[in-house]
């Protein structure tokens, strides 16, 4: 059964609790980065067992369940193949390790060099005057190059399977799947750097590399929008060859090079039809919630993460899900 999770600073506040209350299962968690926390004096790193097994315990306090780790030691020089990447994926395989010890049972990354998500707008105004992201290539000027120079696409593929080669062996002994995010936004490069994962083709090419329960996928909806007019086919496609280890749920309106993110009952894609798929394959992992709008009131400092817009996305998914049920059994 599709369970539902949601995003979290690895530090209480008091949205802990009403997510728990309003039927939030699962924590996907920020790795700890705070330099006051209780291991301060012991040198450990974000991603070293103590700092985990804290965190872990935070979150089993508060009745929730810490599910999957959406956050890594640098990654870089391991996603450009550049000098200095082995002790780059030492220090992941070293979160990968403590993440089996810990029954963490899901690391979600990307390949997205150097830069990650973009937006052009973050104030764009949606339904009622809420302020949502949106994005336009035209807006992004002239693209200067960042400090990895230009960066080619077979290049970002050579990287990525050395980094599997290595990866994945640990995440089998670990009982770790390794869910491969989409680039956001799917387009050909940014600012020299191109990407690779941001078509149906890539996913398949990714699958096919390596034949294992730990090369899995997070199934952005969004970004997947963005690059296929099948959704709920693409679910389905992942989800029979059980690859699909998580997923974000939410919608955009327009294309790769122009696009607004939307409400989660807004938006161009068939949600319900999507909510179905995850039902029809035997999905029993989580989903949650990504890219809300900042409703009135509320601070628009963590775009597309403020809290009154992901209780409204939650009840969404509760209903497509209840739905779902009924329909399909």
Same mark, same amino acid.
């Given at each position: 059964m599709v369970r539902i999770a949601e995003y979290f600073d690895p530090y209480h506040n008091p949205f802990w609790t009403i997510l728990r209350q309003v039927g939030v299962e699962g924590a996907i968690s920020k790795l700890d980065r705070r330099s006051d926390g209780e291991w301060n004096n012991s040198g450990d790193r974000p991603w070293d067992y103590g700092p985990l097994h804290a965190m872990k315990r935070r979150y089993t306090e508060e009745g929730l369940d810490l599910v999957g780790i959406e956050d890594y030691p640098p990654m870089d020089r391991i996603r450009l193949g550049l000098p200095g990447r082995e002790e780059e994926i030492e220090a992941v395989c070293t979160l990968i390790t403590n993440m089996g010890r810990l029954e963490i049972p899901m690391l979600c990354y990307n390949w997205m060099g150097s830069i990650n998500w973009v937006r052009t707008d973050i104030a764009r105004p949606g339904r009622g005057g809420a302020k949502v992201t949106a994005f336009r290539l035209s807006d992004l000027g002239g693209q200067e190059l960042t400090w990895a120079g230009e960066v080619r696409a077979e290049q970002l593929w050579q990287a990525w399977e050395h980094f599997m080669d290595i990866a994945v062996p640990v995440a089998e002994r670990a009982g770790v799947r390794l869910a491969l995010h989409p680039d956001d936004p799917p387009i050909g490069s940014v600012r020299g750097i191109d990407r690779i994962m941001n078509s149906? &083709?890539?996913?398949?090419?990714?699958? =096919?590399?390596?034949?294992?329960?730990? @090369? =899995?996928?997070?199934?952005?909806?969004? @970004? $997947? =929008? !963005?690059?296929? &007019?099948?959704?709920?086919?693409?679910?389905? *496609?992942?989800?029979? =060859?059980? *690859? !699909?280890?998580?997923?974000? $749920? *939410?919608?955009?309106?327009? %294309?790769?090079? &122009?696009?607004?993110? %939307?409400?989660? &009952?807004?938006?161009?894609?068939?949600?319900?039809?999507?909510?179905?798929?995850?039902?029809?394959?035997?999905?029993?992992? $989580?989903?949650?919630?990504?890219?809300?709008? %900042?409703?009135?009131?509320?601070? @628009?400092?963590?775009?597309?993460?403020?809290w009154l817009g992901r209780l409204h996305a939650v009840g969404y998914l509760q209903g497509l899900r209840a739905a779902a049920r009924h329909r399909l059994g």
């Open positions: 149906i &083709d890539a996913y398949d090419r990714a699958m =096919a590399y390596v034949e294992s329960e730990a @090369n =899995a996928i997070c199934l952005c909806q969004g @970004n $997947f =929008a !963005l690059f296929t &007019d099948d959704v709920p086919g693409a679910i389905r *496609r992942y989800g029979h =060859a059980s *690859r !699909l280890a998580f997923g974000h $749920f *939410r919608d955009v309106d327009g %294309t790769a090079t &122009d696009f607004v993110e %939307t409400f989660h &009952d807004e938006g161009m894609t068939d949600k319900v039809a999507c909510m179905d798929a995850w039902h029809e394959v035997g999905f029993d992992g $989580f989903i949650r919630p990504d890219h809300v709008p %900042t409703l009135e009131g509320e601070s @628009n400092g963590d775009p597309a993460y403020a």
